[in-house]
């Protein structure tokens, strides 16, 4: 269970798709970064731009402060080519769920197949969470709008007997007022 939280805190939301960076990837999968992408770039013919794409620097400078906040909680090495200045000189590769079960037919070490699984378990684990998260959110939904009901019924309610009481006052008001006039 521990191998699967690893992977889930490794997994961000970018262009409204769950990814992994292919240095998270490299990492669980015991090879360099550029090892995998040069069999990524050797096998491209099965990875479209809806398995995979390159970061954009906006989009890599957004996720730098999580990314760096990850690895020094867990102490990934540093998979990321830098240039002598300190900047990026290679955009990471992003793979979504297709992409990484697609780099199992990339990658055929023993560790890379038993990493992939764990990896898919982690996604599935993924949705499971968020489709919990949706039912709350819809039973949340459907209390509030009985909630709302029962108020609107309510101040009907409390309306009515304001108005009897109203009735009741002005009533007894009109029998208990003094009486005018010639007096038997």
Same mark, same amino acid.
């Given at each position: 269970?521990?191998?699967?939280?690893?992977?889930?805190?490794?997994?961000?939301?970018?262009?409204?798709?769950?990814?992994?960076?292919?240095?998270?990837?490299?990492?669980?999968?015991?090879?360099?970064?550029?090892?995998?992408?040069?069999?990524?770039?050797?096998?491209?013919?099965?990875?479209?731009?809806?398995?995979?794409?390159?970061?954009?620097?906006?989009?890599?400078?957004?996720?730098?402060?999580? $990314?760096?906040?990850?690895?020094?909680?867990?102490?990934?090495?540093?998979? $990321?080519?830098?240039?002598?200045?300190?900047?990026?000189?290679?955009?990471?590769?992003?793979?979504?769920?297709?992409? $990484?079960?697609?780099?199992?037919?990339?990658?055929?070490?023993?560790?890379?197949?038993?990493?992939?699984?764990?990896?898919?378990?982690?996604?599935?684990?993924?949705?499971?969470?968020?489709?919990?998260?949706?039912?709350?959110?819809?039973?949340?939904?459907?209390?509030?709008?009985?909630?709302?009901?029962?108020?609107?019924?309510?101040?009907?309610?409390?309306?009515?007997?304001?108005?009897?009481?109203?009735?009741?006052?002005?009533?007894?008001?009109?029998?208990?007022?003094?009486?005018?006039?010639?007096?038997?």
């Amino acid at each position: 269970m521990h191998i699967i939280q690893s992977i889930q805190n490794r997994i961000y939301e970018i262009r409204g798709e769950r990814v992994m960076l292919d240095r998270d990837l490299a990492a669980l999968y015991e090879v360099e970064t550029k090892v995998l992408n040069q069999s990524v770039k050797r096998n491209i013919i099965r990875f479209p731009p809806d398995f995979m794409f390159q970061l954009t620097k906006e989009e890599f400078e957004q996720f730098r402060v999580q $990314i760096e906040a990850l690895e020094h909680s867990h102490s990934l090495r540093s998979q $990321i080519v830098t240039s002598n200045r300190g900047g990026i000189r290679y955009l990471p590769y992003v793979f979504t769920e297709q992409g $990484i079960a697609m780099l199992s037919g990339v990658l055929m070490s023993e560790k890379a197949i038993n990493m992939n699984i764990a990896i898919m378990r982690a996604f599935v684990e993924i949705r499971r969470i968020i489709f919990r998260q949706n039912d709350l959110k819809e039973q949340l939904q459907e209390i509030k709008q009985r909630l709302t009901e029962h108020d609107t019924q309510l101040n009907s309610i409390y309306d009515a007997l304001e108005n009897l009481l109203d009735e009741n006052a002005a009533q007894q008001t009109w029998q208990s007022r003094e009486r005018i006039g010639f007096k038997k």
